[in-house]
């Protein structure tokens, strides 16, 4: 696995390996993140201790700078979160492209950042000057950030999870972003498919960004609840509003959403794929993130 590692620069929080794209043999199973000070390796299924503990030792010795090897056990109950080598550290805060971020270890199955969305987040920032931005399934508000760092005018982030929303204000807070919170940064903590009243208070909006959950009990099937968000896009956005609409789900490709937008909303222009970071390599098309651009443009009613 360790020579798979290309990286050279550990300043940013990154994938060091991505092996859930099944690009490596008999490594599907792995994934390596850095999040200073702290390596954190991802297991999906049981793997022998002394081919762990090897590969913890080559890791620690690669990042000169970290202090911390952790182990997350995804195929248990709870996906436990284990210190094998180093400091046992719970809290840090990283860094990408120059902004930082409150992680945690251990008291939840991810950490507060979705690495596989630098791209996206970097889009969003560099085309984010004086527009109002919807952040649906804001979770800790990582594209709050990046679009009030470019210059947004005001960033509506919209979770059913207040516990997540509370992350994100502390995001922007770390960020020195917090004396634009209020008028400019909005948390709402309700339930997207039935709080649309609440959502189109603070629009119409100019961008749109739409990063759900594949499935969550209870809440959301992104196969079946896709429809009902870009059917509102109307409802919601400027004439000439650009869409960030992103789709996790390893089982559904893009042309999948493309089909949602087209029969759901049909004024919606195809502009752009974003490309993943590198590192997200994926032995199948359609099986990794997908980030697609689009521009709303609705026909002029005479």
């Not at 990046?146 to 005018?153: L, Q, R």
């Not at 207040?162 to 909005?186: F, P, W």
């Not at 992104?222 to 429809?227: G, N, P």
Request: aromatic share 8%.
């Amino acid at each position: 696995m360790i020579k798979h590692i290309t990286s050279t620069d550990f300043t940013d929080a990154q994938r060091l390996f991505h092996g859930r794209g099944h690009a490596y043999p008999n490594l599907s199973h792995v994934n390596v993140d850095w999040l200073a000070p702290v390596i954190l390796i991802t297991l999906y299924q049981a793997v022998d201790n002394e081919w762990l503990m090897e590969q913890a030792s080559a890791l620690k010795n690669l990042v000169k700078s970290c202090s911390s090897v952790q182990v997350q056990h995804r195929y248990e109950k709870f996906s436990p979160t284990i210190t094998v080598l180093g400091d046992q550290v719970n809290h840090t805060i990283v860094s990408e492209q120059g902004l930082n971020y409150h992680i945690e270890f251990g008291k939840a199955q991810n950490s507060g950042l979705f690495l596989d969305m630098r791209n996206g987040r970097q889009w969003l920032r560099e085309n984010s000057l004086g527009k109002n931005v919807l952040n649906l399934f804001a979770y800790t508000c990582a594209f709050s950030l990046n679009a009030i760092a470019g210059g947004a005018s005001k960033a509506v982030n919209i979770d059913l999870s207040k516990a997540s929303l509370s992350k994100g204000r502390e995001n922007h807070q770390l960020n020195e972003l917090a004396k634009k919170q209020g008028k400019q940064v909005v948390f709402e903590g309700v339930d997207i498919f039935k709080s649309n009243s609440r959502i189109k208070k603070y629009g119409p909006y100019d961008i749109l960004v739409c990063d759900p959950p594949s499935f969550q009990k209870g809440s959301v099937n992104i196969e079946r609840d896709y429809a009902k968000i870009i059917r509102r896009i109307p409802q919601w956005m400027n004439p000439g509003a650009t869409l960030m609409l992103c789709l996790n789900s390893p089982d559904l490709d893009e042309q999948f959403l493309k089909a949602e937008v087209a029969r759901e909303c049909p004024d919606c222009r195809f502009e752009q794929r974003l490309d993943n970071p590198e590192v997200f390599k994926e032995a199948h098309q359609g099986k990794g993130l997908k980030v697609l651009i689009y521009t709303y443009q609705p026909e002029k009613v005479e």
